[in-house]
């Protein structure tokens, strides 16, 4: 729930970066935070698979932030506290997906794979995404080679996200 969420975080932001949360622009996916939770609407990702094309190796790294922030309906410094937090993620599912490669435990693959898709997808990272939900398939189809392949890929663009920071 966005709008619990945003409240939580605010609660941990020092203090000289709180804002009023009833200030946050929301869109019409994320009441403002004095809406009951039950109003809010079912979240998609801000951005699709589609958007992104994974076998380009060469393009920039895809953050959509300005997409992200609209469709959580939070602002700046919530979407890089969640930013942040989904990279920290990215790293651990990361781990744990390779780990459940070796043990060739690809229903935990697939679990690792599909929280990573969720996760990026939030905070506008397609290409991301878009090799999550792939390597959510290809554990679902018992296919290790690709598996390994989308593991480097993902390590790779989470890198890159890191490095490349939040865009102005």
Not at 140 to 151: F, I, K, S, T, V
Request: hydrophobic share 35%; no cysteine.
């Amino acid at each position: 729930r966005m709008a619990e969420l945003s409240k939580l975080l605010q609660r941990f932001r020092p203090e000289e970066e709180h804002t009023d949360t009833r200030a946050i622009s929301w869109t019409d996916n994320a009441p403002p935070t004095n809406a009951e939770p039950t109003t809010m609407k079912a979240a998609s990702p801000p951005l699709t698979a589609e958007d992104a094309s994974p076998e380009d190796n060469a393009s920039p790294v895809r953050l959509d932030r300005t997409k992200a922030m609209q469709h959580l309906g939070i602002d700046a410094p919530t979407y890089a506290l969640i930013f942040h937090s989904a990279l920290d993620e990215a790293d651990h599912r990361l781990q744990l997906g390779r780990e459940a490669l070796r043990l060739q435990d690809m229903p935990a693959l697939r679990r690792h794979a599909h929280t990573m898709k969720s996760s990026s997808g939030s905070i506008g990272a397609a290409r991301l995404q878009s090799w999550a939900k792939q390597l959510e398939q290809a554990a679902l189809d018992g296919d290790p080679e690709a598996a390994q392949r989308l593991l480097d890929q993902l390590e790779s663009e989470a890198t890159a996200l890191r490095e490349q920071g939040l865009p102005d």
